[in-house]
Each structure stands twice: as C-alpha cells, then as structure tokens.
C-alpha cells in the first residue's frame, strides 16, 4: 500500500533546464493535484486533474505543464527551469466530488534551480 | 473565493502547556475544514476534519479543533505539550462549490520548549 510515490526527492537543476517530477498513486483516486511549497506562503495550487485525460490551472500554473494519460500518473513538467522555482513541490490525491475526504499527500521533491 | 488564514507564523509553548493555533476562513457557501501536519522534510498528514457533523472534531494524537460558525474560526487545540508535537500546522479549507480543490493557510511553526 504505497499511497502516493512521488520522485525524485532532490533535484537541483540550472536555469534553463527541463525536468519532469513523476507522482504515481494506487488508491484509485480520480483527483489528483500538485502544489508547491515556500517559506511563509503555505501551499500554493499549480495543476489540478478530475480524472484521466482532464487537467486545469491553478493558482501558479505558468512554467509548468501536466498531462494524464492515465488514473495513477500525472507528472509535472518544467519546461525551462528558473532560479524563482526553486521550492518543494508535492502531489495529493483524492477522490473526484467528495471535498469533505481530505488529500493523501506524497513526501515531496525537493527542487533547486541554480 | 475561499481564503484562510492562520493567526501567528510561529507559535512556542512548554512542554506540557495548552497548544492553541488559531485558523479563520472564508467560504461563501458550508465550508469543509482540515488540519494537516508536517513534520522536517516529510510531506503532509491529515490530523483531523470537520465535515459538518460534530462541530468538535477530535484527531490524532491527542488534537481537537472547534468548529465556529459565527466566528468563521477553526482553532487547533491540545491540552498538553509535547516534544514531538514540534512541526508545522496548515489549516485548510475546501466546499461543494470549490470542488476538490483545497486552500491552504501560510501554517504555523509550532515551538515545544523543554
């Protein structure tokens, strides 16, 4: 029982750099979303999907892109690394139309862009 | 739109003291509330939440929270410090308009002094 895998847990990357962060789940949760997290400012919405093939922005969805092929993955993609992502990036999961269940997070990558 | 917001970005008690992390939020329409903990480079755990049952909540170890409607508040208590309740605390709100998504406060560092 797994929960949310998330990978890698450090990455440092130069500017201008691309990446893809993996987040994998085996719960069968149709929700799954990434957040990243800085100093003071709690935990801020990039991308969010509802289920395979659906996908939308959140509240800091510039420099990053997502995709879901299928229901256990949805990977993050930074497309030209900047020194201002520099954060920790995390990914929940959940279940699609039940705001009340709560998000099962996974431990985090840990990103640096010099 | 929802907000949160969470009184205090750090807070420092003895062991043995009462914990008391203050959470008022903003929902148009019955909000659904969460309290998460993290603890040094370890992602997210949900410790309790309120899902317009009981308005006291009651979470794990040894955590409860109150939920207040007429003072829009969703405090976070225990009666008694301990050293391993050192980490940081994010209030968090979500509702049936809102979906899935869930706003995050910008936490709260909590300090357990011997």
């Known amino acids: 029982n797994a929960g949310v895998t998330q990978t890698p847990k450090f990455q440092v990357l130069k500017t201008g750099q691309s990446m893809t962060l993996q987040c994998a789940q085996d719960m069968n949760h149709e929700y799954m979303s990434w957040y990243r997290q800085d100093p003071g400012m709690g935990l801020r919405l990039i991308h969010y999907?509802?289920?395979?093939?659906?996908?939308d922005q959140g509240e800091v969805p510039n420099g990053y892109n997502v995709s879901r092929s299928t229901t256990e993955d949805f990977p993050l993609r930074l497309l030209s690394a900047a020194p201002s992502q520099t954060s920790v990036y995390f990914c929940?999961?959940?279940?699609?139309?039940?705001?009340?269940?709560?998000?099962?997070f996974g431990s985090g990558t840990r990103l640096t862009v010099v | 739109a929802q907000s949160v917001t969470q009184l205090g970005s750090h807070v420092s008690v003895s062991e043995g003291a009462l914990v008391l992390l203050r959470c008022n939020y903003s929902?148009?329409?019955?909000?659904?509330l969460f309290w998460y903990v993290q603890y040094p480079n370890q992602g997210l755990q949900l410790l309790l939440k309120y899902t317009s049952a009981a308005t006291l909540v009651k979470g794990i170890n040894g955590f409860e929270a109150e939920f207040k409607k007429s003072e829009t508040s969703f405090h976070l208590t225990k009666p008694s410090a301990h050293m391993s309740d050192a980490a940081e605390y994010f209030c968090?709100?979500?509702?049936?308009?809102?979906?899935?998504?869930?706003?995050f406060g910008a936490g709260t560092i909590l300090r357990v002094k011997s």
């Open positions: 999907s509802v289920g395979a093939g659906i996908t």
């Open positions: 929902s148009s329409v019955p909000p659904y």
């Open positions: 968090a709100v979500s509702d049936m308009e809102y979906g899935n998504k869930l706003v």
């Open positions: 929940a999961s959940s279940y699609s139309g039940r705001p009340n269940y709560g998000y099962t």
